[in-house]
C-alpha cells in the first residue's frame, strides 16, 4: 500500500483525488492546495485531510509519495520538496516554465535519487500504448515517418493564452513525447511553421493557433505534427505510424456507435466535445503505473529527463516559428 | 439522499455496490447475502454495514429502496417484503422462473403502490438509448424491422444450463424487452427455431444455444433476433431498426481503436471479450434512473409489467421451440 | 473465343450486351428481341447483328453458346431451343415460374447435356465470393449460423408487383441461392412471416413488401433472411456468417468515402441509391465464369439445378406466409 | 461528336486510348506513338489507324483535340504543334522538365487561343471532387489546414528513379495542384525535408523516398504533405481539410467489405495494391470534363497555367530539401 499525499486540487487535482482514492493499492490521506477552501473539498470528498501547511506532506512518516498537479510555477519547487524529504513525486507537465531552471531542478532531483515520474498521461492511453506495443513488437518494421494530430475543439481564454508560453510549449509538447517515445530516437531538428486564423490577437503576443511542425529524428525518420486550438467538430487526436513494411494508426475516437442512414447519407456520432472526455482514462491508468513501479521499486517512465526532452524541442519549435528554417534541438545537459 | 439497501452480494452484487458508494445521490448503508461472508466483504470495501437477519433492510425507517440482486428463485419474495414495508425497488430479472407467480408477484406490488422497476439495464446502454431516441423522434419514420443480435462469448457451464429456464428466457428475453421498447409496441406472435450446435448434450433437457426467433408486433412490424451462447470471437450485441422512410443502428462495439495495415489487410480491434466489458456502463446508467425517478416521484421504467412482458414473450417463444409455428403471445392479466 | 449470342434486349439486356462486346474472349454477332428496334438498337451499339428469326440464334454453326436474357415466360423455351441445337446456355432466373414445368426444363436440358448455367450474378460480387472463401477455408469453423440482409430502395410499381410472383419467388430467391452456396447445405425447413407496410394493396393479392425468413439447413444451422422492398436510404445489402470459432461478414457498401464532421456528428456518404449500382459488376464476373467453363469445358456453377432448389425453397416460404408454420422443403425430383 | 487523337501508346496510352474508344461522345481514329508496333497495337485494338507521320494527328480536318501521353520529353513539343495547328490539347504531367521551358511553352499555347488542359487526374477522384464540392459550399468554413498522404506500394526502379526530377517534381506535383485546388488559394512558401530510408543509394543523385512537406497559403492557412515511395501495405491516398467550423476527409480506401472476427481481431480487407487500381476511375472522368469544356466551349481546367504553378512548388520544395528552410514560391510570370 503506497502513502500517495496529492498536492493541488484544481480541476486536474479532483481528477486524481478520485483515483488515488478508488486505487486498492494506494492509501490517500493528504491534499494540500494553496486555496484552503479547495483542499478542504477535495478531502472531504474522499475522506482525506486538507493540511495547511506544505511541510506536512513532505513527511515521510506519512507518505511515499506525492503527486504534483498544482500550478505551473510551483512544479519545480514540489519536485525538490520532495527530493529533499525522499519521497517520490509523480508530477504533473512541466518542470518548469523555463527550460534551464527545469534542467537544474531535474539534476537536483536525479541527485537526490528518489523516484520521480512525469504525468505524460497520453502514453497510459490504451490505443496508444497498443500502437507502441505493436511498433515494438517489430510489425512495421523501422519507424519512418510518424503522424500525430492534436486539435482542441474550442480557443482557451485570452488570459490562459497570453501566460501559456505558446501552442508549442503548452499544447504540442505532449505530441513531442510522444514521438520520441514511439520512436525510439531523439528530435535532432524541429520546423514549424502556423498562424493565428482563429483569434489574430494572439499574433500579437507571438503565439499561434494552428501549426504544423516537422521533426527530424537521428534516424532519418520524419515526424509530422498537426496541431490546432479550435476546430469547430470537438475533440480530435490520432496517431499513424508508417513503417519499412507496414503501418499502425490509432484512429479518431467516435463519441457513439449509432448511425441513422438516410437517402444519400450515413450520419454517424462525432468526435467527443473536449479532450477530458477522450483522455479521461489515462489518468488512472498513469497513476497505475506510478504505483507499479514504486511497489516494485523499477524507476517509473516517463522519467524527467523525457520531461526535459520534450521541453528542449518545444523550445526549438518556437524558435523555428520565427526563424523560418529547421532548428537543431539542444537537450539540456546532453 | 436515497437510502438504498442492497440485497445479493454474488457479482452482479458488487457491481451494484460499487455503484451505489459512487453515486452522489445515495446514501449506501446496508448489504444483505445468505452468504454472510460475501454480505461482510462486500460491507467492508464500500463502509457499509453487513445485516444477517433480513427484516433489518426491510426497515422503512433505515432504507428508502432495496436493490434486488439475489438468485433468481429468492426475487418474488424479496419484492413481496419490499412492498409489505413500503420501500421502493430495483430487481435484477426474471420476476419469478414462473409466469403465473410472476404475475401474482407484480399484482402484489401494484396493489401496494411502491415505486418498482426492472433492472433490464440494456435500456440505459449510451448507444440502444440514443437509437431509442431517434427512432421516437421520427427520424425513421414507422418502425418496419428490427434486427437484433446477441452472441455470447462461450457456453456457460452446462450445470448452470440445465437451471437456467432455457436459452429463450435467460438469454433472449432482455432483447424482448429491447424489442417492445424501441418499436412501443407488443409482440402478437413469436416462431423461434434453434439447435444445439456447440453442445449436444443440452438438447437432452430440450435447451437451444443458438436461436432465430421472429416476433410480430400488433403494427405488423417484424422483429429477427439471433442469439448464440458461443461464437469464438468475443461478446457480439447490435440492433438495426429499419423504418419507412431509413434506418438506424447502433453496431458492434470494438475494444479498440487500433489498425494495423499489411499487404492486403488491415488488422484492427476486435469484440470486446465478454458481455460484462461490454455492458458495463449501463449499470451505473441504469441505478442513475432508478434514483431519479425516487427523487422526482415519477414511476421508475421499465416496469415490472414490462418485466413480466418481457417474460410471456420468452414463454411463446419456448412453445414455438417445439411446435415448430408461430405462437401467439399471451400476457398474464392482459 | 466463344461465339456467343443475346436473347432479350431490355436493360439487363443491355448490361449485358456490354459485357459480351468488352469480352476479350467472346465474339459476340447476334442479338434477339421480340422487338426489333430493341435488339437494332443494341446491335448497334456494339458491331453485332440483330436477327428477326430467333432460329437464326440457334445455330451451332455461328454460335457456341446464348445468353437468355428475355422475359421470365420465354426462359423455359429459350432453354430448350439451346438444348436442341446443342449450344451452351447462361440463363437469368427462374428457369419457369412453375416449379414442375421449371424441372421438367432442368430434365430436358440435362439429358441433352449442354453446359447450362443459371445467372445468379450474387455468387460473383467480389466481397461475397471472398466471404464463401473464408467460410470454405474452414476460418470461423462450422457454419452456425447465416444473416442475409436486401433491402430494395423503393417499391416496384403495382402493375409489376402483381405479376412478379410475390416478394419470396422474385426478391427472397437470390439469397435462398446464397444461402445454399455459402453454407454448402440444403435447406430442410423455411418459414416466412411478412407484412404490406410500404403499400397495403399487394396485401390484396396476398404479397408482403418486408419479410423476416428463417431457413433451417439439414446440418441444424440456421439462416434469417430480412427482405424489404423499400428502405427510404437507398439499396442495401449484407450479409454475415457465424461458424463455431468466429465470424465473416460482407458488410454494406458506401458510396463513397467523405467524411464531414461538425459538433457531435460525422456525415458520411450513405449506401447506393440503387441495385444495380450495387451489384454492376458482378454481371461481368457472371460472364467471366461461363466463358472459363466453356473455354475448359469444365461444367458451369450455379447449375440449372440450383436454380431449381433455390425456387423450391421460395415456394416453402411462400406456403409459410399463409400457414404460419415452418413447412419443408420438397425439391423436385429428389 | 469531338474526334481526338491520342499520342502515346505506353502504359497510360492504353488507358487513355481504351477511354476514348468507349466514350460516346468522342470519334477515336487516330494513334501515333515512336513505336509503330505499339501503336499499331493500341489501333487494333479498338478499330482506329496507326500513324507514322506525326504531322497526320495535327490536321484540324481529322482531329479537333490531340490527347497526349507520350514521354515527359516530349510534351512541350505536341502542345505546341497543337497550338500551331489549332486544335484542342489534353496534357500528361509536366509540360517540360524544365520550369522555364514550360513556361515558355504555357505562353505560346496561351498566345494561340486553342482549349488546352492539364490531364491531373486526381482532381477528377470522385471522392476529392466531393470534398472539394464540400469545402466550396463552405460547409466547414475557411481553410484552416490542408492533409495530404500519398505514398506507393514500392520503390520505382532505380533506372526510373534516377530521370525522373525528383520526388517533389515526379510524385508530390500531384498534391500541390490538389492543395491548391481544394484551398482556392496560391502557395506563398514551402518546406521539404525528405529521407533516402527505403534505398539509400537515390541519396547519391540527392533524391528522398520520404519526405514531409509544410505548405503555406497566401490565407495563412497550412498544408502538410507526407509522401512516401514504398509502404510495405499498398497504395495509399488521403485528404483532410480542416476548417474554421469544421472538418472533411476523404479517407483511405480499402479493397473489400469482407471482415473476418477472431478472438480479438477483426481482419478486413488492406489497400488497394498499386496506385493504378485506387485511381483508374478518375482517367474517364478527366476526359469527360474535357469533352464537356470542348463541347460546351468552356475552357477546360485545370489550365496549362495550373500545371505551371504546381511546378513552381516542386521547384521551391527541392530547394527546400538542401537548404533546410521555409522556400518562398516564384511563378513563372507572375
Wanted: with cysteine; hydrophobic share 45%.
Amino acid at each position: 500500500m503506497q502513502r500517495i499525499a496529492l498536492v493541488g486540487a484544481g480541476f486536474i487535482g479532483t481528477v486524481h483525488a478520485a483515483n488515488l482514492a478508488a486505487h486498492p493499492g494506494v492509501q490517500f490521506d493528504l491534499v494540500y492546495d494553496v486555496d484552503e477552501h479547495r483542499a478542504g473539498d477535495v478531502a472531504r470528498r474522499h475522506g482525506a485531510v486538507a493540511v495547511t501547511d506544505v511541510e506536512q506532506i513532505y513527511d515521510p512518516d506519512r507518505v511515499d509519495a506525492v503527486l504534483v498537479a498544482s500550478s505551473t510555477d510551483t512544479h519545480a519547487e514540489h519536485l525538490r520538496r520532495a527530493a529533499d524529504a525522499g519521497v517520490a513525486v509523480l508530477c504533473e507537465k512541466p518542470i518548469d516554465r523555463e527550460l534551464d531552471r527545469a534542467a537544474d531542478t531535474v539534476a537536483y532531483v536525479r541527485a537526490r535519487q528518489v523516484p520521480a515520474m512525469m504525468a505524460f498521461n497520453r502514453r497510459f492511453d490504451r490505443d496508444y500504448a497498443e500502437l507502441k506495443a505493436t511498433v515494438d513488437s517489430g510489425a512495421v518494421g523501422e519507424v519512418a515517418l510518424i503522424q500525430l494530430t492534436s486539435r482542441g475543439p474550442e480557443l482557451p481564454p485570452l488570459d490562459y493564452l497570453r501566460v501559456s508560453g505558446g501552442q508549442m510549449r503548452d499544447q504540442a509538447v505532449h505530441f513531442f513525447d510522444l514521438a520520441r517515445w514511439i520512436s525510439g530516437a531523439d528530435v535532432v531538428a524541429v520546423f514549424a511553421t502556423g498562424s493565428a486564423l482563429a483569434e489574430p490577437r494572439i499574433a500579437e503576443f507571438g503565439d499561434t493557433d494552428i501549426a504544423a511542425v516537422t521533426l527530424r529524428l537521428a534516424t532519418g525518420a520524419l515526424v509530422q505534427i498537426d496541431t490546432s486550438r479550435r476546430t469547430g467538430y470537438g475533440y480530435d487526436e490520432r496517431i499513424e505510424v508508417l513503417g519499412s513494411n507496414g503501418m499502425v494508426e490509432a484512429h479518431r475516437h467516435r463519441a457513439g456507435a449509432v448511425i441513422r442512414y438516410t437517402i444519400g447519407r450515413a450520419i454517424e456520432k462525432g468526435m467527443h466535445p473536449g479532450w477530458f472526455e477522450r483522455i479521461k482514462p489515462t489518468y488512472a491508468a498513469t497513476l497505475d503505473h506510478f504505483v507499479d513501479a514504486l511497489d516494485t521499486g523499477e524507476p517509473p517512465s516517463p522519467s524527467l529527463d523525457d520531461g526535459l526532452r520534450a521541453q528542449a524541442i518545444a523550445e526549438a519549435a518556437a524558435r523555428s516559428l520565427t526563424s523560418g528554417r529547421s532548428e537543431p534541438v539542444q537537450y539540456p545537459g546532453a
